[in-house]
């Protein structure tokens, strides 16, 4: 995978977070890895966490 490939991933997965998250937040924490597999397909994994926005502090929400 080339570089410019990666980042156009990387880009569609921070447009895609937008839409997945139901509630203003103040940050998103992202882990994201990928393995090019000998078959030409891509195999990683992904999680993240984000910090809900409010007057009041928030405990981090989770999603795998």
Sequence with gaps: MSLSEEKEIYAQIQRRL??????????????????DMPNKRLNGEMYFYYFPKGIIKKKAVNRL
Excluded: D, M
């Excluded at 937008?18 to 393995?35: C, N, R, T």
């Design 18 to 35: 937008f839409y997945l998250i139901p509630e203003k937040w103040e940050s998103i924490y992202l882990y994201a890895s990928s393995v």
